[in-house]
Nanobody, 127 residues
């Protein structure tokens, strides 16, 4: 059964931190690539970060490098996104996604490459 459930969103002031979590079903967690995406009102869905479950290699969008960290908790079938130094432009609905790719280097935050999606969690950053 495919299931991805996000949590941890909320409202925070600029400069603050939030930690998002995505709990995956056993079936979904077997996909070899997990990612976080976001979509602000009126904008296209944007890739934030991905992590390969095979070798834990990561990829970050330039806009979040040095501020966000993606990680896996294999004991809990969970992928986390630690977000620090948040900015108002980080405000968006954040989605967790999963899929499998032939090579870990193909685990990139391209939204149209992912077939499994959660329902999203809202992050609002005020100035």
């Amino acid at each position: 059964q495919v299931q991805l459930v996000e949590s941890g969103g909320g409202s925070v002031q600029a400069g603050g931190s939030l930690r998002l979590s995505c709990a995956a079903s056993e079936y979904t967690y077997r996909r070899n690539c997990m990612g976080w995406f976001r979509q602000a009102p009126g904008k296209e869905r944007e890739g934030v970060a991905t992590i390969s479950t095979a070798d834990s290699s990561t990829y970050y969008a330039d806009s979040v490098k040095g501020r966000f960290t993606i990680s896996l908790d294999n004991a809990k079938n969970t992928v986390n996104l630690q977000m620090n130094s948040l900015k108002p432009e980080d405000t968006a609905m954040y989605y967790c996604a999963a899929d499998s790719f032939a090579r870990s280097r193909d685990c990139l935050p391209r939204a149209d490459s992912f077939g499994y999606w959660g329902q999203g969690t809202q992050v609002t950053v005020s100035s």
